[in-house]
Nanobody, 120 residues
Framework: QVQLVESGGGLVQAGGSLRLSCAAS?????MGWFRQAPGLEREFVAA????????DYADSVKGRFTISRDNAKNTMFLQMNSLKTEDTAVYYC????????????????WGQGTQVTVSS
């Protein structure tokens, strides 16, 4: 059973930064971040290929968030800068056994989530 463990969430003021980490028990082609705010559906945030050569971001986070990975440590990161109150959500990491994936249905394994709260 694949395990994904997120860390790095917390409370931060608007304009601040947080760095999320996701430690995986094994390696996967594509890894991604999703988030879910109360009352809303889970939404795509960012994805990265195995090599890290290709990344994709939701329009709402482009220019503020950066996804990266360290394959030697089976770990993925999400650097979040210039945080806004609307970024408040539970953030989930996920991995997919395919070359590319940007929708929740394409991902095979999920972490338990980490809460990010941005205060005004």
């Amino acid at each position: 059973q694949v395990q994904l463990v997120e860390s790095g969430g917390g409370l931060v003021q608007a304009g601040g930064s947080l760095r999320l980490s996701c430690a995986a028990s094994s390696s996967f082609y594509t890894m991604g971040w999703f988030r879910q705010a109360p009352g809303l559906e889970r939404e795509f945030v960012a994805a990265i290929t195995w090599s890290g050569a290709s990344t994709d971001y939701a329009d709402s986070v482009k220019g503020r968030f950066t996804i990266s990975r360290d394959n030697a440590k089976n770990t993925m990161f999400l650097q979040m800068n210039s945080l806004k109150t609307e970024d408040t959500a539970v953030y989930y990491c996920a991995c997919a056994a395919r070359s590319w994936a940007t929708t929740a249905a394409q991902y095979d394994y999920w972490g338990q989530g980490t809460q990010v709260t941005v205060s005004s």
